[in-house]
């Protein structure tokens, strides 16, 4: 079947107008096995198309942004010690890689005749199988769960929780607070993106803070009573910002449901807060061009098959990053990255008729306190013996509680080697 | 060194592995409905995991203190790989990422890196 479907759509596509522009100049056609089609260039797609390249697969990656902002050290930004430009990436490397990159928006995809349509482009782009993997995008809506929270909202309260012109409004509503404000951080319920990034930003604003305006206080208002690192980042508070963070829990009136962006104030289930500043990082789903091909059915989040990523709703679709179910690994870039790896591997063994095997990934998330203060959180995976993503038992971990100095400094480094290796790997 | 060398000991892998690039024709696909037991996780696949934060080819990447893992002998970096796990010597991450691989997978990835120039 699969040998079948692959030749009739090179076949279909070799009629098309815009067949040498879909292919990587230079590179030869004879080792095709196939046409892989990416939707979006975060850590996941990126990986995947240019482990699909080491292939030798052809591969067209869409993505909507002309360059590709990580969320990831995007809060060293807001603490005042990172730069936008170290958390932009170009698509040139990938380009280098033979993947053709198209810039534009999906505005269809057609399951039944395995093709994908760009908006304003009038040829639509033959896959013999997709990889989607378009990060999240925000429950928007004024009978949800945050009332009051939309598109325009996150202009006077940003989200900064897809970075890029986001990150840089929080930015310089950070510096325009007085010294004495307050900073209001708004944190969603699992499942979201990136599980310790809260508690990583108001970590570096506390930096920033304590550095530029120490009379000034941070509150995090959480739906949850638990978090990722959560003995880490509290006894880190302690220790390095003193009085500066409070943490308010689910279970102590902490879940905000409604927002008014005018005046600045967060509405909870038992009063009201007001800040200077208002971070609100809301509930979130899978990224909405899922819906195009009804991946995630009725639920937030797409159901997939561990071994290979392929959507369990529609064949030769396979989904990938924050955007899938992924068992117990957490909605991390790191996790997407691993998964692009996998699910390039096993793409490329399908589209050859052979089986693919079984995948083992890791998830590491570094998290700073400070430039000099870091702490991790590991896990190595496979499928368990249920069929579902496990963490192999009595591994992985966080960092040791009361660690030294020196061991948080190293991990602050690795911190910065993590992001730059991997970095490089995925769009380098 | 030469790019050459790196080249075959690559495709060395690749044909070990089973996951090369196919040069014929691909077999005919299993029938979709089976669900056959997975072949174990290949050296590739394992040593994938490794190249996020050690570098492509695990060869680090410059200006960063995540140390290469390319070109050492297997045996040190098995050695080296099973103390972690065993936590005879404490570093940071790595002791709780190693203990995630039995020895026989750390064996193949030691050699995996060992073979990368």
């Known amino acids: ?67 590709l902002v990580t969320c990831p050290f995007s809060n060293t930004v807001l603490g005042g010690f990172g730069e936008m430009a170290q958390v932009t990436h170009s698509w040139d490397g990938l380009r280098r890689a033979g993947v053709t990159v198209v810039n534009g928006t999906v505005s269809a995809i057609d399951a039944q005749a395995k093709r994908v349509t760009v908006q304003g482009n009038t040829t639509p782009i033959a896959y013999d199988r997709l990889v989607v993997s378009p990060g999240i995008d925000f429950k928007f809506t004024d009978a949800g769960s945050l009332m009051g929270y939309n598109e325009a909202a996150a202009e006077r309260m940003p989200h900064a929780w897809k970075a890029g012109t986001q990150t840089e409004l929080l930015r310089r509503q950070l510096i325009a607070m007085d010294d004495g404000g307050v900073v209001v951080m708004v944190i969603p319920n699992n499942p979201y993106r990136c599980p310790p990034g809260p508690y990583e930003r108001a970590s570096l604003i506390a930096h920033y803070l304590k550095t530029s305006k120490p009379r000034s206080k941070i509150i995090l208002l959480d739906a ?8 880490l980042f509290q006894a880190a508070w302690q220790a ?72 369990r709703v529609t064949p030769n679709i396979h989904v990938i990053g924050d955007a899938c179910v992924a068992g117990a690994m957490p909605k991390s870039g790191f996790s997407a990255s691993n998964q692009g790896k996998v699910t390039a591997t096993a793409v490329a063994a399908l589209l050859r008729g052979q089986q693919p095997t079984a995948p083992s990934m890791i998830n590491v998330c570094y998290s700073l306190i400070n430039p000099d203060y870091g702490i991790s959180v590991s896990s190595v995976h496979r499928i368990g013996d249920d069929g579902t993503i496990i963490a192999v038992p009595n591994s992985g971990g966080n960092s040791p509680a009361n660690a030294s100095a020196d061991f948080r400094k190293q991990e602050a480094d690795y911190a910065r080697g993590w992001y730059a290796a991997m970095a490089n790997e995925i769009w380098g | 060194m030469t790019s050459r060398a790196i080249c075959s000991t690559a495709l060395l892998f690749f044909a070990l592995t089973g996951t090369a690039v196919a040069q014929q024709a691909p077999a005919p696909a299993a029938p979709a409905a089976a669900a056959p037991a997975m072949a174990p996780a290949s050296p590739v696949v394992l040593a994938n995991s490794c190249a996020s934060c050690h570098g492509v080819d695990g060869k680090g990447f410059a200006g960063t203190k995540v140390p290469a893992i390319n070109g050492r002998p297997a045996q040190e970096l098995s050695t080296i790989m099973k103390s972690f796990k ?11 990422l190693a203990k995630g691989y039995t020895d026989a997978e750390i064996d193949s990835l030691a050699g995996y890196f060992a073979a990368i120039r």
């Open chain 1, 224 to 231: 949850k009573d638990t978090f990722s690192k959560q003995a």
């Open chain 2, 86 to 96: 065993a936590d005879q010597v404490t570093v940071t991450i790595m002791n709780r």
């Open chain 1, 1 to 67: 079947m699969i040998r079948t479907n692959s030749r009739r759509d090179v076949l279909k596509l070799a009629g098309a107008a815009s067949l040498a522009s879909l292919m990587p100049s230079g590179k030869s056609f004879a080792q095709a096995a196939g046409n892989v089609v990416v939707i979006g260039g975060g850590f996941g797609g990126a990986t995947a198309a240019k482990y699909l390249r080491k292939l030798s697969v052809n591969v067209t990656l869409i993505d909507a942004s002309p360059n």
């Open chain 1, 240 to 311: 390095v910002y003193p009085g500066m963070i409070e943490w308010v829990s689910f279970s102590q009136g902490g879940n905000v449901n409604r927002v008014d962006p005018a005046t600045l104030t967060v509405y909870t289930d038992f009063g009201m807060h007001k800040g200077n500043v208002v971070n609100v990082i809301p509930p979130q789903r899978a990224g909405r061009v899922v819906d195009l091909a009804g991946l995630a059915g009725t639920a937030d989040f797409c159901q997939i098959n561990p071994q290979t990523f392929e959507s």
